[in-house]
């Protein structure tokens, strides 16, 4: 640990509408990938007593919360969009530092965070429920949603705005008081996002900010007897210990895994706009969304001239420093994501597969200090090869080469996950069989695998999710429990 200077900020954990320190001395380094000499702040290292604290203070607000009305608390969704508006710069700024997205990309995630407010604050003035026709003609017969509780939410380092609101507008709008959790890697800006709702004057306790260990406050979260809902989002092992833990306690969980998003190029493929697509699929954000582009699966009539030119266009990708103007891609998130890629470049050389560009570590002043490596591409791939099957989450792709469209889909199929998918073709035929006969939650035709809609369902099928789709009008399923109301005169 560095040891702790006046000019580094500290973050504070967030109960009861107060910022407090934890019960622990110690405190945890947020670490730049840019520079791993550089702490971008410090955030607690909270302790079970302190996660007590958070869950009773969510447990004491939940009454008048709930009471106040869905209309009254999207209200204060509003407010903080507009907070969250005001700061966008900073915050960005600070994911840049923090996690490597470019500024541009970081940027437009905090607009999106600002989006996701403004949608469900408008769900305040949406409906709740609806009326069935009852067999008893004189009664009245309706549903209403009502909140679940109180909510745990856990979530990763990769979208360190947007995936947080995506689950905290909609718990708060609909009624749930929060305990909130973020990944330890982008505590800061998770913390700057907290400042935004804390400054929109929430009641006290409805929204709580615990910083700390996964295995200790994330693990504590999901295991206390007063939370009564967990929304996860992260790696596979992680997820599936969730599921387990809240299938034994009996209480609703939501949870968001992994990928091996596959883009498929038919024949018909317009070259152009599949290379732009794949590229921006696969590269942003250093490889590092769950819906990312990591199998390409191209017909051989076509594979030449794609590969060609998708190497080509890969080798003018610029990666750096994310502040800088000119950077088109980042360092890996941290120094254990940039040995993870390291080791999946060896693997796939082990395995048989032709590295045919990218994946070295930049050398040289300016990233010294930095967890830089160049966009990787794999060609010869076999479908059964480690690079093929398991996540990589960071800029590598395998090339995949099949006869035709049916190969493809079966290629593409191929997988735990289920995750993202998309096909570029100009077949009427071959994209209806593609999004009739693909196993994937996000379908995509002519569009890059990784782009989402906030006001549409977000998901996956197989290993990738469990429980019900998030954003959109989706979320209320998770974030509701239904009452049947029979109401007789
Ligand atoms: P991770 O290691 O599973 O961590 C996710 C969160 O869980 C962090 O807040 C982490 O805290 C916490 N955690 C760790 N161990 C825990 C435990 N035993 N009990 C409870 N919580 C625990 O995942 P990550 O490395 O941050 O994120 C990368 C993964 O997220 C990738 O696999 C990616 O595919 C997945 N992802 C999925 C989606 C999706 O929507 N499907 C979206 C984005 C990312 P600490 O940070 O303190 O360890
Ligand atoms: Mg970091």
Redesign the pocket.
Known sequence: MVPITSEIATFKNYINNEWVDSDSTKLLDSISPMNKNEVVGRVQNSTQEDLEKTVQAARMAKENWRKMGQHARGQFLFKVANILEARIDDIAETMTREMGKTLPEAKGETARGVAILRYYAGEGMRKNGDVIPSSDNEALMITKRVPVGVVGI??????PVA?PIWKLAPALVYGNTVVF?????AAVTAAKVIECFSEAGLPEGVLNFIT????I???G??EHPQVNAIT????????K??LKTAADRGIKSQV????KNPVIIAKDADLDKSVEAVISGAFRSTGQ??TATSKVIVEADIYEAFKEKLVQETEKITVGNGLNDGIWMGPCASESQFNTVKSYIEIGKKEGAQLITGGEVLQGEEYENGFYITPAIFENVKLNMRIAQE?I?GPVIALIKVADIQEAIQAANNTIYG?SASIFTSNIASFLKFSDEIDAGLVRVNAESAGVELQAP???MKA??SGSR?QGEAAQEFYTEIKTIFIKG
């Open positions: 856990i979530t990763p380092w990769n979208f995936i959790k973020p990944a330890t890697e700390g260990s996964g295995s406050i994330g693990q979260i999901i996860f989002t992260g790696s596979e092992t992680v997820g210990g969730v968001e895994m992994g990928g969304k769950c996540e989450f995750l977000f998901g996956g990738s999710s998030e």
